[in-house]
Structure formats: structure tokens, C-alpha cells
């Protein structure tokens, strides 16, 4: 995801609330010719955010927390250009002075939510539309979008346009970083994260995944577009793998643009697509009932978003509402007395000039006051202030979203990837050895052997690596490892191999904690392999 897009707050005093009712819309919105269009130029522009390697000292677009909890009145400043360390050292008093009767604890279950998909599925337009029907979108925000979208001739695209907010994106209609907004119901708190769906931007759709729980794979069910996104090539198989890999526990299958009129609410196209999904999906991991479940919907007129649909509009859907569904899910797992691991997405300065690493805590805890380390370095730093993108709190728990002031480090010796640790640090290596799932190779690099070079996407880590050693050929349907070292493996194959990273990286082993043990090789535009790491560090002597 974009480190530095700017959080979704149109309206940040709008009361959480419970669903509102579907609003009656106009008829489906015109097709366009360009609607559909998968165009193989290759983006330019902000997909290179993504490398954040090196996190910008001075981001391009200012983060702008959501009501700083670290705002101090200017006179408690009364030389603003004294020592970086004068400035933290008041920080750190009055966030000491107001902590107890600031913080907001919330018991509700925070959740991360993904939506994927192929490009124009409309999953920025059901983003917005979840944020105007949670009352976070006023009149004349939406009045504003409406005259943006039709001066850019692109008047269906009003709800993304809540979402895709750069000049880029809405000249294209097409989400080129990851949008991220919040979102509450009487059940639950969502981060919500609304991937690209272009081919081109797939980085930065792993970026925003690597960080969810939960994942809408929206799907359109206009006449032609199910076909190109899932039958036809498309972006729908490679982001439910990438999920999958990723760490991602349910799968919500929205079958998206009920209304069309190619569609108008039919089941037999409903049932049409969840037939021709359900194989694929399967055979990718996900099981119906237990983690995956489909439904239809309308992002455009908000229909079975909020509130279940009704016998008028289609009769023979008995299921929930998009909300209904994910209010219902079993909460997710997590690891709470674990050692901490933070992965950091960005560290920047608020707006008192605090160092504050951005992150989601994927296994322990972190609480105000205490000191931590950051690997890799070992760099102590002090938890000086926790928020989330409501509220204050004193502890964040594993899914929780963070932003964390801390003292002691800095953007200049801390970027995306560093991860946030207690006593019990993360392995940092640059050897490892894992599972690979070899996805499509390249024409030209049909084969995979030792040598082979990529890029290692793994939580908030960008690293180039090399293939170095194939150990065993791995059986899918047994997962018996072949005595004989391959030469070379082909795309579908699964190998266990050893990788060499170019820099040291802090990983985990599956198998101790899923999301800093889990992987993807880029190659070029493609995803080459998705990887589970079963070893850190150098090979054992045997
Ligand atoms: N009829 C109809 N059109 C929809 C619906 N949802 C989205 N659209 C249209 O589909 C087009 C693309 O919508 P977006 O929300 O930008 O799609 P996206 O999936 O975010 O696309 P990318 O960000 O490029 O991957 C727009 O013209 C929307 O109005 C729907 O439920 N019904
Ligand atoms: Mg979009």
C-alpha cells in the first residue's frame, strides 16, 4: 500500500453507526468503451511507491492523522527551532499528563479488509459506497465527486472517486495505490484496504493484502466482463492465489453489478459465475462454508451492502448482506501472547515532528511507555503514544492498525520492512529455505533454476534475491519430496529451494508465525512464485 496515503477522513466526526439502509439510486450507470479496458501499457507513475526501501524523508503527500492525539497547544512550544530532543522530551510530558483520560479502549474486534479483483469490478465504487453508507461521506462532499466525475466524463464513477483521490487515478478510473478508510459497525471495526485491480499495479495490491484478515474478491457479472476477468486471462485467479499466500483467512466472493442490465439480479448468471468460480477457488485453498462464501450484490445502487435484499428486488437469494456476512465471521485468530511483531509499512513525523512507525501488530503486544526493538539494528526505541484511526489506545493488540510515536529512531536509520520487536527478536537473515508454489513463468524464462533472480515481497519487505539452491521436487497432491535434486522446475510445480537475499531481512518460518512466513517472487510484471518459508538462516551442517 501507499506508506503515504493520506487516511480517509472526509468527515471524521461522523458517528459510527450501525447500517444505514440502502439509498434508491438511479438506474445502472452507462457503459463505457473504456470501462472494460485491461489496457496493456504499463503504468508509470506511483507504482514505484511500492520499493519503499527507502522511506522518504519528506513524504510527497503529508500524513495526516485522523484527529492527532499528539496535538499540543503552541505555546508549550515556546522555541520552535530548539533540539529535535527538547521537542520529544515535551511530547513525551504531555502525552504523560493527558494519556489517562484520552484513551479510548474499544472491545469490539478490529479487522482488515481486502478488496480484490479484477480491474473494474468495482471495487473502489463499493469502498466508497460502504464509506457514505456509514455515514462518513456528507452531501456535499458527494455533490462535489458527482460535478468531478461528470467534468472528467466519468460520472459512474462517483462512489471511486470517494476512494481514488489522486489526478491519476481518477483520469484513468482505474486505483492505482491502495485506498484505506474505517469503517464501523455495532460488531466490528474495519480498516478497509481497496487494491488495484490493474496487472500493472500488482505490487502494491500485495502490499495492502499482506496487511488483511478478510478479503472481498469482487466479481463484475456484466455481460462480458466475468468472462475477461476470470475465463479470459484477468487479474481474478492471480489475486485469490496471492491472498491465499498471503495469509488471508475468508474469502467474501461478491458477484458485483447485480443491477446491469445485462444481469438484472439473474440467477441463472449468479449461479453461473459461482459454478465457474468454485473449482478454481477450491483448488486454490479456499473451502466453501468453512472460509469462502459467495454472494450477489450492486456497488453502484448499494443493494445487499448494508441490509439484506429484498423478495422484490431478487427472490431467490437467502443469504446475508455484504455487512451481514462479515459481522458473522468467527473472529479471527491471534496471537496476543506471542513476542511482539510489527511489521513497519512507514515511519514519517506527525505533525509535532515525532518519529512514528505505521504498522499492523501481527503477534504480541505493544503498550505505551515500554521500550521495544526495532530489527534489524537492534535500535531501542520508546512506545511513546499509540493510535489507531479513531482513537488513542494504550495497548495494541495483534490486527490492530496502528501509528506508534516512538523516541529513539528515526526515517533515517529505520524504513518499510524494519519490524518492531520486544526481547525476543525476529530471526534476521539473508538465507532462507522454503516451499515455492511456481506460478506463470515468462516465455523467455520458462524454466526456473538455480540463479534464478526476483524480488522477495514479504510483509513490508521489497528485496532482490536469487534462487540458489533446488533442493527436492515437492508432490502437489502428496507432498512427497523427490530424492533428486531438479535441474530446473516448470510453472504449476511446487520445489523446495534456498534463497539468498541481497540484504539481511527479518522472517519468520511459517510455521512459527504465517504472516512473516509467507512470500511472493516477483518477476518483471509477474508473480513468479508464492513461498512459505520452512528454515531461516545459513543451511545446517548436516
Ligand atoms: N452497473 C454497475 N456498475 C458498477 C457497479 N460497481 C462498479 N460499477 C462500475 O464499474 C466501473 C469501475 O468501477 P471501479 O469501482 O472503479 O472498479 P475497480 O474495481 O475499483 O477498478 P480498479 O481500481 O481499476 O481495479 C465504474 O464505471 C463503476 O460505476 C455496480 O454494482 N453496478
Ligand atoms: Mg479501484
Known amino acids: 500500500m501507499n506508506p503515504n496515503a493520506v487516511s480517509f477522513v472526509p468527515r471524521f466526526a461522523a458517528a459510527a453507526q450501525t447500517p444505514a439502509p440502502a439509498p434508491v439510486k438511479p438506474a445502472a450507470p452507462p457503459a463505457t ?3 472494460w479496458e485491461d489496457n496493456d501499457d504499463e503504468p508509470k507513475g506511483k507504482v514505484e511507491a511500492f520499493h ?18 499528539f496535538k499540543i497547544e503552541e505555546d508549550d512550544f515556546e522555541d520552535e527551532d530548539d533540539q529535535e530532543e527538547e521537542a520529544v522530551t515535551q511530547e513525551i510530558k504531555k502525552l504523560e499528563v493527558k494519556e489517562e483520560e484520552k484513551v479510548v479502549e474499544d472491545a469490539r474486534e478490529h479487522v482488515n479488509l481486502v478488496f480484490i479483483g479484477h480491474v473494474d469490478a468495482g471495487k473502489s465504487t463499493i469502498s466508497g459506497q460502504i464509506m457514505l453508507l456509514t455515514g462518513q461521506v456528507d452531501e456535499r462532499t458527494l455533490q462535489k465527486y458527482t460535478k468531478d466525475a461528470k467534468d472528467q466524463n466519468r ?63 469482487v466479481i463484475s457479472a456484466r455481460k462480458g466482463e466475468f468472462e475477461t476477468g476470470f475465463e479470459k486471462g484477468g487479474q481474478t485467479r492471480e489475486h485469490a492465489r496471492l491472498v491465499k499466500t498471503i495469509g488471508v483467512k475468508y474469502l ?6 447485480m443491477d446491469d442490465p445485462t444481469v438484472e439480479w439473474s440467477q441463472e448468471r449468479y449461479d453461473e459465475c459461482v459454478s465457474k468460480l468454485t473449482p478454481f477457488l477450491k483448488a486454490t485453498g479456499f473451502t466453501p462454508k468453512k472460509d469462502m462464501q459467495f454472494l450477489p ?4 445502487t448499494g443493494l445487499n451492502m448494508m441490509t439484506p435484499l429484498t423478495k422484490e428486488i431478487c427472490p431467490w437469494f437467502e443469504g446475508p448482506s455484504l455487512m451481514g456476512a462479515l459481522d458473522a465471521l468467527p473472529a479471527v485468530e491471534r496471537k496476543v501472547d506471542a513476542p511482539l511483531r510489527m511489521p513497519v509499512v512507514d515511519i514519517f513525523r506527525n505533525d509535532r515532528g515525532v518519529p512514528t512507525l ?3 501488530v501481527e503477534a504480541g503486544t505493544v503498550v505505551v511507555g515500554q521500550t521495544y526493538n526495532l530489527m534489524p539494528g537492534k535500535i531501542a526505541v520508546e512506545a511513546l503514544a499509540i493510535e489507531t484511526d479513531i482513537s488513542k489506545i494504550k495497548t495494541a493488540r495483534p490486527g ?28 534476521c537473515v539473508s538465507e532462507i529455505e522454503a516451499i515455492l508454489v511456481i506460478q506463470e513463468l515468462s516465455k523467455e524464462k520458462s524454466l526456473l533454476t538455480a540463479g534464478y533472480e526476483a524480488i522477495i515481497h514479504i510483509h513490508s519487505t521489497v528485496e532482490d534475491c536469487v534462487i540458489t539452491e533446488l533442493i527436492s521436487q515437492v508432490d ?3 507432498n512427497q519430496e523427490s530424492k533428486k535434486k531438479p535441474t530446473f522446475v516448470k510453472s504449476g510445480s511446487m520445489v523446495r529451494a534456498r534463497l539468498s537475499v541481497s540484504k539481511p531481512i527479518c522472517v519468520e518460518p511459517f510455521s512459527v508465525l504465517a504472516q512473516l512466513g509467507r512470500f511472493t517472487l516477483r518477476d518483471g510484471t509477474k508473480t513468479i512464485a508464492m513461498g512459505k518459508v520452512t528454515a531461516v538462516g545459513p543451511k545446517k551442517a548436516k
Open 33 to 35: 468503451a473504456e470501462s
Open 52 to 69: 519503499y526501501t527507502a522511506a522518504p524523508s519528506t513524504p510527497e503527500v503529508p500524513h495526516q492523522p485522523t484527529e492527532s492525539v
Open 155 to 217: 460520472e459512474s464513477w462517483v462512489f471511486a472517486y470517494i476512494m481514488d483521490t489522486s489526478e491519476e487515478e481518477r483520469a484513468k478510473g482505474k486505483t492505482v495505490e491502495v485506498g484505506r478508510a474505517h469503517f464501523e459497525t455495532a460488531k466490528k471495526r474495519y480498516t478497509l484496504l481497496d487494491a488495484p485491480g490493474h496487472k500493472g499495479y500488482v505490487p502494491n495490491m500485495i502490499g495492502g493484502a499482506s496487511q488483511a484478515d478478510v478479503a472481498v474478491l
Open 252 to 257: 467474501i466472493v461478491a458477484i458485483n453489478k
Open 297 to 300: 450484490m450492486s456497488g453502484y
Open 358 to 360: 505505521m504498522g499492523k
Open 400 to 427: 490492530e492498525n496502528v501509528r506508534i510515536a516512538i523516541r529513539g529512531a528515526d526515517e533515517s536509520n529505520v524504513s518499510a520492512g524494519f519490524v518492531l520487536c520486544d526481547k525476543d527478536l525476529v530471526p
Open 476 to 478: 502437489m497432491k502428496t
